[in-house]
């Protein structure tokens, strides 16, 4: 649809809402492809806006059907309608109420967005901007409510009816249809309003309070999905306890409910009182779902839930604080998943994810702060810089201030704001002195885009048994800012000796582990010290920047053999292998190191001790990840050829011990998804990985073996992965057997689009076109073409940069069908580009051309034309 006309929004150009909404009363008579909305608003002018003027409320591609005021129709020349917009030209000055009737189509709807229908059942999509696509209303954050729903539906085809809050009452109609009326008490904002209806099957608990509240507890689904539901009710139960004990904060909630959808664009909504969920992160059985699933499906249930009070009951005032809930909710779930799993591995995951994802956005042409000054589209800033980020700056300041200081900014934070709308300022207010220099410098954090980098140097001196260590740091500067501003870098330390953690003196006093970077450079200066040693610096990436020191390969093997510090074990195995593998992508590659080659003996040795942290130590960089650290132009062909061979080198020298680990490791329990048994597979499947590498036969057997006794999706699929990247006949029959199988199981059909997505060999690109127009991608199902042409563009380093063109080609083809479709889906799988400047100029033009041809496409929405121009921009205005 065409939309250019569209224009920036910009943070500076906040005003207050010139009308408030007291109450919202909503009918929907529910029909496919007629729906009829009869919103009743009451509206006010609002005391703390200036403006006078008309009432203007946004819509989108609504057919209005009726508008009266106080209960009177208005006359045609009472108010203007266009395409994004509903004008009142002379409102009164007192409170009124305006009745406003649309039409809407569901079945047409393939946005995903406002109201639509996915496999029979009626569900909407609000945030962003969803609201004004179901009837005109100021659809901004800063407008709190509280909403009544009235629902008619179809006795056979929609017996559950759904909405936000309490059920009021339930009748069956003369004419056989049901009236459901919903209230939901607590004010809200428009993009938290929720409506589901079908034939929707329900597993029930409830769940008390600790100060004895009950809360019923439903999860709906379709009928014969519904017993796969029960993984994610215990999970709901556990982050409710969880939040009770960790933040204080009690479910404000009578009804609590969760629907599980086939057809959504995120992962799930946290929308009052009824969370809607892509129903990849709800459903889950051994047989279907891998230990992995799990643990997304409990961390997503867990952040949608923990949404109740960080979002819901605060929410932001405008969409540029959208940091504020998302960045601190996804802290909160990543401080969940750590106490109930292990805060080690799950550190290790977070970090994994944010280089993958957040470090290339913040390098390329995408790079924003995580609260941007101006969006065109604000459903393009849902992005790993404002959730990834988001979450490590609130870490940060947790680092900083302390936990117990923390937690009292919290508690502070839900009695300062409880029921408002509020900015990253309010938030941060509550933890350091605002206006103030610390706070100013600490927002940075939030205007600035890009990675700072860390540069450090260290000195002994054995005379005076002292070391110096000097930090700076090279920091981004936010927009439109001259002049050098340091930002706050909290880098956690030790000073690592022989016998490992030294006990030191900084200034005079015992070193507690904390070094605050705070200007641009600083020394400092550590006594007590009796011998050299080796710092480990930026512990559990304390912040989210680059380190940059000199060290051997002996040195870093020390710190993977004496550090305390889970995580910068891991980071140190991690160095080294980079070491190797950057060599290799220099050069020809060689033999690896020695040191290296004995850290990784020395985590074979010790893996019994914790096979999930082994198997994550096990693990080579992946090669978009070598991609960010390598030095001037990318060619993806010499960074697969550097993996490759360093993991055939792993596998010849290691094959026997890995296969022993796996022996050793095996879980011995009838399956079950918990952290305990998850390491062991994980590790398992790690070395037999591994063992498969140098193309051992007796490795492949036990993977062949694996795929065919596999009582669990984990082991299945890891074999399945194993043997396809093998190119051989075994693997094309592991994934013919697969298929037949799982041909009716969607969600366990979308990994095996991805492994064959990601398959690096010169058939990729056919392989995906040909999935691309079978019958399993025939309605463009977002999960369906993310697990397919997703995975392709974002890990198939080597087939989506062809030399040929071919790959960025059949991405921007897609995205051209898929605009006129589903705009989000399609701006979303464009990310993939965000480093392509920085290829090597064969490649580099293919994928300029494959851009440009689409920016050349009349009647792109403004979801794709804001992304492409932002990939377009000259490098020097990026
Ligand atoms: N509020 C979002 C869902 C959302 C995102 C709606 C963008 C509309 C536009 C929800 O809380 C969320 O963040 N979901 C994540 C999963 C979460 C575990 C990080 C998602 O959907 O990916
Ligand atoms: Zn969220």
Known sequence: MENREKTAIRLDDYRPPPFLVRTVDLTFDLHPERTQVRATLSLERNPESAETGPLVLDGYDLELSALSLDEAPLPAEAYRVDRNSLRLIDPPKEAFKLTVETVLKPDGNHALLGLYRSAGIYCTQCEAEGFRRITYFPDRPDVLATY???IFGDAKTTPVLLANGNCVSRDLMPDGRIRAVWHDPHPKPCYLFALVAGELANLQDSFTTGSGRQVALNVYAAQDKIDQCAYALEALKR?????????????????????????????????????????????????????????????????????????????????????????????RDQEFTSSVRSRAVKRIADVKQLRALQFPEDAGMLAHPVRP?????????????????????????????????????????????????????????????????????????????????????????????????????????????????????????????????????????????????????????FTDVPDEPIPSLLRGLSAPIHLHIDRSDA?????????????NRWQALQTLSMNVLLDGVR????????????????????????????????TLPEEREIAQHVEGLLHPDLIHRSRNHLRDRLSRKYGEAFLELRAENVPGAPYAPDPFQAGRRSLRNTVLDLACAGGDSAAFDLAWRQFQEADNMTDCVAALGI???????????????????????????????????????????????????????????????????????????????????????????LVAELDGRNPILAARLLSAFAAWRRLEPTRRSKAEQALRALRALRALTSDVTEILDRLLMEASKN
């Not at 005379?463 to 501003?485: F, I, M, V, W």
């Open 555 to 567: 040195e870093i093997a020390r710190i993977a053999a004496r550090e305390t510090d889970g995580f």
């Open 587 to 618: 050069a020809e590659p060689k033999d690896a190191p020695q040191d290296f080659l004995f850290a990784i003996g020395a985590v074979i040795d010790d893996a019994a001790q914790d096979p999930a942290f082994a198997a994550l130590a096990l």
């Open 239 to 331: 982050a409710m306890r969880w939040d009770e004990e960790k933040f204080g904060r009690e479910c404000d909630l009578d009804n609590f409910n969760i629907v599980a959808l086939s057809d959504f664009n995120m992962g799930a909504m946290e929308n009052k009182g009824l969370n809607i969920f892509n129903d990849s992160f709800i459903l889950a059985s051994p047989d279907t779902a891998t230990d992995q699933d799990y643990a997304t499906i409990e961390a997503v249930v867990a952040h949608e839930y923990f949404h109740n009070w960080t979002g819901n009951r605060i929410t932001c005032r405008d969409w540029f604080q959208l940091c504020l809930k998302e960045g601190l909710t996804v802290f």
């Open 373 to 525: 000054q101006s969006y065109l589209e604000i459903s393009n800033f849902y992005t790993a810089t404002v959730y990834l980020k988001g979450a490590e700056i609130v870490r940060m300041l947790r680092t900083l201030i302390g936990s117990a200081a923390f937690r009292k900014g919290m508690d502070l934070f839900f009695r300062r704001y409880d029921g408002q709308a509020v900015t990253v300022e309010d938030f941060l207010g509550c933890f350091l002195e605002a206006p103030g220099p610390v706070f100013e410098q600490f927002m940075l954090w939030y205007r600035s885009k890009g990675t700072p980098q860390l540069e450090a140097k260290g000195h002994f001196c054995a005379k005076t048994r002292s070391y110096e260590l000097t930090l700076k740091q090279r920091s981004p500067q936010p927009d439109g800012n001259a002049g050098k501003q340091p930002m706050v870098i909290p880098v956690e330390t030790s000073l690592i000796g022989e016998r490992g953690d030294m006990s030191v003196k900084l200034d005079g006093r015992p070193f507690d582990g904390l070094l605050v970077l705070d200007r641009e450079e600083r020394v400092f200066r």
């Open 723 to 813: 043997l396809a990247r093998s190119r051989s006949r075994r693997g094309q029959e592991a994934l013919t057997r697969f298929e037949e199988r799982y041909s009716d199981k969607p969600l366990a059909m979308d990994k095996w689009l991805a492994i064959q997505a990601a398959l690096p060999d010169s058939e990729a690109v056919a392989r995906v076109k040909g999935l691309l127009s079978s019958d399993r991608l025939a309605d463009r199902n977002p999960n369906r073409v993310h697990a397919l042409v997703g995975t392709f563009a974002n890990e198939n380093l080597t087939q989506f940069n062809a030399p040929d063109g071919s790959g960025y080609a059949l991405v921007t083809e």
């Open 148 to 150: 009544r729903t009235t």
